[in-house]
């Protein structure tokens, strides 16, 4: 069984930056790709920032490409998203999910491509 458990969230001011993490334990870390979502209080979730099994694939949500920086450690079974430039807009609770996407290359923005997610960890920026 995969278990997820997402940390880093909090409470900053816009302007501010928050490094999320996400442990994952059980299966095979190197085989999945991961990805975050999040999803606001009355909306749907949104996609955010995905990465490949290999590391060397990575794709952005519009609205936070150019501010947040996924990553992986395959060896400590981790993937980070760095998030500088926080705004109101930003506040939400994330989620981190695993899935196995057909190659080693590819990311997926759909949220059904994922088997396993977290609880989430909630972000919350102040203006």
């Known amino acids: 069984q995969v278990q997820l458990a997402e940390s880093g969230g909090g409470l900053v001011q816009a302007g501010d930056s928050l490094r999320l993490s996400c442990a994952v334990s059980?299966?095979?870390?190197?085989?999945?790709?991961m990805a975050w979502f999040r999803q606001a209080p009355g909306k749907e979730r949104d996609y955010v920032a995905g990465?490949?099994?290999?590391?060397?694939?990575?794709y952005y949500g519009g609205s936070v490409r150019g501010r947040f920086s996924i990553s992986r450690d395959n060896g400590k079974k981790i993937v980070h998203l760095q998030m500088n430039s926080l705004n109101p807009e930003d506040t939400a609770k994330y989620y981190c999910?695993?899935?196995?996407?057909?190659?080693?290359?590819?990311?997926?923005?759909?949220?059904?491509?994922?088997?396993?997610w977290g609880q989430g960890t909630q972000v919350t920026v102040s203006s």
């Open positions: 059980g299966g095979t870390f190197s085989s999945y790709a």
């Open positions: 990465i490949s099994r290999n590391g060397r694939g990575t």
């Open positions: 999910a695993v899935g196995t996407l057909p190659t080693a290359q590819d990311v997926s923005i759909l949220s059904e491509s994922y088997d396993y």
